[in-house]
């Protein structure tokens, strides 16, 4: 028994380590570094925030048709961890790649960005899957949280290594895109762990007679489906994660944007934004995985929600920029929160025999959103600065007015999300997962 606890904890240190490289790609790529490089450099202006937004909602939707099918295909050959290692190769190529994106560069700057982004959120259905192989139903809220924690840690490593050559160069261009390489062997090095340690706890089946994985996938997709009634908690979890989800994500894509555009933060502000916000993000995961397996996690997961709830309404009306920076604290602390409990309930709400398949669903509701998301906020701040413009606004007060207009769409998918949540029954959606297992 103490060798296969021992084995379990090893397990789960290796699956925290893939979390702290993926954080760091998040950190640097999403957040703080080629967001505004992108927006700010490569396209530029209101524009630049439009093909930002439209990136995101492209490789969001490739994820988003592609992993349920994979998914299913990874459950039935034990194969969650070659998928991962795909993914997570594809992620490290283009993020790497992405050194050679200058200014002007707009076709291979979205290229390379959306190539990377599709490994970065394909690998994050895979890796939440082997949640599952790492930790007992017990354990679960306490594991995804510390995931989530650790993982903040190697955001906030990543930045602090690349925040000095950035400073002393004065953000130098080539530095700046030196930092993606950076970045690109920092997540792969720290997956190193994951690999070795983690092993999937069921056994592979051969292919059906007549069947190749594709046709066995589409099978076990529909059969799924067919089982919806079964698994009504789970399908208004997704609803409501689908919605709320969005507010979530439109935050972080946009955060960099919006510290450079509202409050003329530098990159170096903006790095050092990045790294408060990750901090809170290491903390909020780590108390809400705790408060969680006390309280509830529904209702950890609606005061979470509220938190950023309150955190976007006050970015709509703040002026300032240390406002910013404490709007910046709060919502990381409550955003890992949501993230980290919805991965949470997701298990819990998925038999074992279907964890990739759940994931992968679950995957689908954030990068179906996101699709909607980005490209709703990008389009709606594009089409508010011209508004703005035709008002007689000068075109960089346009830009301020039409991004700030745009940032109450956040507060709207939070609210919508968070009242279906409140309808939902955690406990019977828990026991749905354990009949279908006994009945598997």
Not at 55 to 75: N, R
Not at 182 to 200: D, Q
Not at 218 to 224: A, Q
Not at 289 to 315: D, S
Request: proline share 2%; hydrophobic share 55%; with cysteine.
């Amino acid at each position: 028994m103490e060798k296969s606890t021992q084995v379990r904890s090893r397990a789960q240190w290796g699956w925290y380590w893939f979390d702290f490289g993926n954080s760091a790609y998040a950190a640097v790529v999403l957040l703080a570094v080629y967001s505004a490089y992108f927006q700010g450099k490569v396209a530029g202006g209101a524009e630049g925030s439009r093909l930002w937004g439209l990136s995101l909602g492209i490789a969001m939707l490739f994820v988003a048709v592609l992993t349920p099918i994979l998914g299913t295909i990874a459950d039935h050959a034990a194969s969650k961890k070659r998928f991962l290692f795909f993914f997570s190769t594809l992620s490290w190529v283009f993020t790497g790649l992405l050194f050679f994106v200058q200014a002007g560069d707009v076709f291979i700057g979205m290229l390379f960005f959306i190539l990377a982004e599709v490994g970065y959120r394909g690998g994050q259905v895979f890796y939440n899957a082997l949640l599952m192989d790492v930790a007992t139903p017990s354990e679960m809220g306490r594991v995804s949280g510390n995931g989530w924690a650790f993982g903040s840690l190697g955001g906030i490593a990543c930045l602090l290594l690349i925040l000095p050559p950035i400073v002393l160069t004065k953000s130098n261009p080539l530095v700046v895109r030196g930092s993606f390489v950076f970045t690109a062997l920092f997540f792969a090095l720290a997956t190193i762990p994951l690999f070795l340690w983690v092993r999937e706890s069921r056994e592979g089946k051969s292919l059906p007679a007549g069947e190749n994985y594709l046709s066995l996938a589409f099978r076990r997709i529909r059969s799924t489906f067919l089982a919806v009634k079964h698994f009504r908690g789970f399908i208004k979890f997704i609803i409501a994660f689908l919605i709320y989800n969005d507010g979530i994500l439109m935050a972080l894509n946009f955060a960099a944007i919006i510290g450079a555009v509202l409050y003329g933060m530098t990159q170096t502000q903006l790095i050092i934004f990045m790294i408060i916000v990750q901090v809170t993000s290491a903390i909020g995961a780590y108390v809400f995985g705790i408060w969680g397996e006390k309280y509830g996690f529904k209702e950890t997961l609606i005061a979470a929600i509220l938190l950023m709830t309150a955190a976007v309404i006050w970015m709509i009306f703040n002026q300032t920029l240390t406002g910013y920076f404490i709007i910046g604290a709060i919502a990381g602390f409550a955003l890992t929160g949501v993230q980290s409990i919805s991965r949470t309930m997701t298990g819990l709400f998925a038999p074992p025999s279907k964890s990739a398949e759940f994931f992968s669903f679950f995957a689908v509701a954030g990068k179906s959103t996101s699709f909607i998301g980005p490209t709703l906020f990008g389009a709606l701040a594009f089409r508010m600065s011209n508004w703005f413009q035709t008002q007689g606004y000068a075109p960089a007060a346009a830009e301020q007015f039409g991004l700030r207009a745009s940032i109450v769409s956040m507060a709207v998918f939070l609210v919508v999300g968070l009242l279906i949540l409140l309808t939902l029954n955690e406990a019977r959606a828990r026991q749905s997962a354990v009949e279908y297992v006994s009945a598997d």
